[in-house]
């Protein structure tokens, strides 16, 4: 086990993998990831004009963001409630 390998309460090793990046050209501003966020990281926002495509509809005028990166626990739960999976997570390198 890695210096950044956890246990579960099972016993089982876990290593948290944290959001690196979100591709907010999927993202359609759902707001799941947000609600499920225990941390804080994320903050949705209104998308600027010159990112809206014409075959955009009035519930994708917000994208999400990555607002507190260095907050992130580790946890995934925002790639697991993103439907359109806009997430990217790793593991912390070793050494950093």
Known sequence: MDA???????GSPWTPEFVV???????????RCYK????????????????????MDED????????NAMDCIGCGACGRVCPKNCYTHSAMPVGA
């Open 60 to 67: 994708q005028m917000s994208v999400m963001t990555i607002k």
């Open 36 to 55: 499920v966020c225990p941390r804080d990281v994320l903050s949705l926002e209104d998308r600027d004009e010159e990112d809206m495509d014409e075959d």
């Open 21 to 31: 990046s979100l591709n907010q050209k999927t993202c359609i501003g759902c707001g």
């Open 4 to 10: 950044y390998t956890a246990l579960t309460r099972g």
